[in-house]
């Protein structure tokens, strides 16, 4: 009787504790509703899903498979345990998760809010599934309850530099991955600059044999002064087997990617590979330290065939709609001392060099446009009359992203002040070298995209808002998550939940929910910056 009594109350024991009855979801769901009690995922669950939802009934199968050693049976739709149902009632990218004791039933009418529905299932299930192989329990329990969720914003973005330093396909993997955790639809990849061309064109081979690769490297600085050359050959590339190999992976994450290919600045690399490309013609080096620099692409006719065809290369490698081509930067001493380009402004009626960059911009948008896809420029492409279709990512602040909306063009809003994961996120002594600005946690948590400024109307051309991480001064996979996290946590709920309605409110729970966070980027082995809680807790 008293053994009978001792498992009894080891069982119960089990579970209650391996109940996971905290909600603390990131991005904040629009509507949650708890019920009383959990539900039982174990070997014996079995889910339904159509094809339509594949992405995310694998996904769910897969996250299981790799933190429990095992995925979930199929089954008919009647009979199984999770199952997912179109219901066109959803609005785009949501969905709806009814978890009771018995079945979860997930609907969406669309293969992302799906996906976004398995995503939060992910947050209610225990982080240490997280970590492969991590646990040898066979059996988890998730809470009861009804979330309503669909996304404020339709573009919801990160960034990340490769030129600058050079980030080989596994960790970007990863940090899609990442992304997705997140809810985040959009992966911006920087793959070319000054300091390096990191994307493989079959035309140029001289791009990468040549531009993926420097001298020296300048890895931090003090007191303003360069610091640590390490006078070592720096550098690297993607194939594009290996690029197919990344677009492929973050379609399993329901992650859109846009490559940016710079024009006409940040383009030394380039030059030093075919200095015919420069207005100079003269070779110059990959650059070795950061800044911006006066060779930039020579709008010669040469210039835009070359540029045609590494757009004709780039293009069908990302199945997305966009293509990002810089804009931002550009100097214009050399267009200034370069008799073509006089000539051009003159034949073209151009008022100046800026009108010279408007020129070059639409010329390559038609370009763009005429293969069925969409130019984003830096908010720079402003100056001299936006090209035609433009999308204009508002960098330097919110006005380049007011300007567009009040020219009916789509907008990206990523300003300094709010969205660069390059500064400082602490007045922590120990912090390592940033490029400098200061951006805490709280500061990314308060952004609103929507300025005040813009109607109704003008408002929905912004489609969302986007984090940078430039990374000149940070040379390690590890640093990149340092930077990161936990930003992008605020910056993601920023992007689906929503600009926060009541900040003294809002901030301490978004907060005590980045807190709970922790075990699950741990279990991700995401080096994140903790000390923030010692600061702000
Ligand atoms: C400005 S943001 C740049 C980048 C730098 C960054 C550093 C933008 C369009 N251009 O080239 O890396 O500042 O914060």
């Given at each position: 009787m008293r053994n009978i009594l001792a498992v009894i109350l080891t069982l119960y024991c089990i579970n209650v504790f391996s109940q996971n009855t905290e909600v603390e979801l990131i991005p904040k769901p629009q509507s949650i509703e708890l019920k009383t009690g959990t539900f039982t995922i174990d070997k014996k669950t079995t889910i339904y899903f159509e094809s339509e939802f594949e992405i995310a009934g694998n996904f769910l199968n897969d996250f299981l498979q790799n933190g429990a050693g095992f995925s979930l049976k199929k089954a008919s739709e009647k009979k199984a345990d999770i199952i997912f149902k179109n219901d066109a009632?959803?609005?785009?990218?949501g969905y709806f998760l009814d978890i009771s004791d018995s079945k979860i039933v997930i609907k969406a009418s669309d293969a992302s809010g799906a996906f976004y529905a398995v995503q939060t299932l992910r947050q209610l299930l225990p982080p240490q599934l997280e970590a492969k192989d991590s646990t040898k329990e066979q059996s988890f329990t998730v809470p009861q309850l009804m979330i309503t969720d669909f996304p404020k914003f339709q573009y919801r973005g990160m960034h990340l530099d490769v030129s600058r330093h050079f980030f080989d396909k596994e960790f970007v993997k990863k940090y899609i991955a990442n992304l997705a955790l997140l809810k985040m639809n959009r992966f911006h990849w920087h793959l070319t600059d000054d300091q390096g061309w990191r994307i493989e064109i079959k035309k140029y081979p001289e791009l990468t044999k040549k531009g993926a690769f420097r001298e020296e490297t300048l890895i931090g600085h003090y007191e303003d002064k360069p610091q640590l050359y390490d006078g070592k050959r720096y550098g690297g590339f993607y194939t594009q087997e290996e690029i197919k190999e990344v677009v492929a992976f973050a379609a399993t994450q329901n992650i859109t990617i846009i490559p940016e290919i710079e024009m006409p600045g940040h383009a030394q690399a380039a030059i030093h590979s075919?200095?015919?490309?420069?207005?100079?013609g003269e070779q110059i080096p990959v650059a070795t330290t950061w800044g911006v620099f006066e060779d930039i692409f020579c709008p010669k006719e040469e210039t835009f065939t070359f540029l045609e065809n590494v757009l004709s290369e780039v293009m069908p490698l990302f199945p997305g709609e966009y293509i990002h081509i810089g804009g931002d930067e550009a100097l214009k001493l050399r267009w200034k001392n370069c008799a073509h380009c006089q000539q051009l402004i003159q034949d073209k009626n151009l008022v100046d060099e800026h009108g010279l960059q408007s020129y070059f911009i639409h010329r390559i948008e038609e370009f763009v446009n005429s293969k069925g896809k969409k130019i984003i420029g830096w908010d720079e492409i402003l100056e001299g009359g936006l090209a035609p279709n433009a999308t204009v990512m508002s960098w330097r602040g919110l006005q380049g992203g007011i300007d567009a909306a009040k020219q009916n063009h789509d907008v990206i809003m990523t300003p300094v002040s709010h969205?660069?994961?390059?500064?400082?996120?602490?007045?922590?002594?120990?912090?390592?070298?940033?490029?400098?600005g200061f951006l805490p946690l709280k500061k990314v948590y308060s952004f609103n995209p929507i300025p005040a400024e813009l109607n109704q109307e003008q408002a929905k051309h912004i489609l969302g808002a986007q984090g940078n991480l430039w990374t000149e001064y940070i040379p390690t996979e590890k640093q990149v998550e340092y930077m990161v996290f936990p930003r992008i946590l605020a910056m993601s709920e920023v992007d689906w939940?929503?600009?926060?309605?009541n900040f003294e409110k809002d901030y301490p729970d978004f907060f005590s929910r980045v807190e709970g966070f922790m075990k699950r980027l741990d279990a991700l082995d995401i080096n994140y910056a903790n000390y923030l809680y010692e600061i702000e807790g």
């Open positions: 009632s959803q609005p785009s990218e075919y200095p015919e490309l420069g207005c100079t969205c660069y994961f390059d500064y400082y996120q602490s007045e922590n002594l120990d912090e390592p070298t940033a490029i400098g939940s929503g600009p926060s309605k």
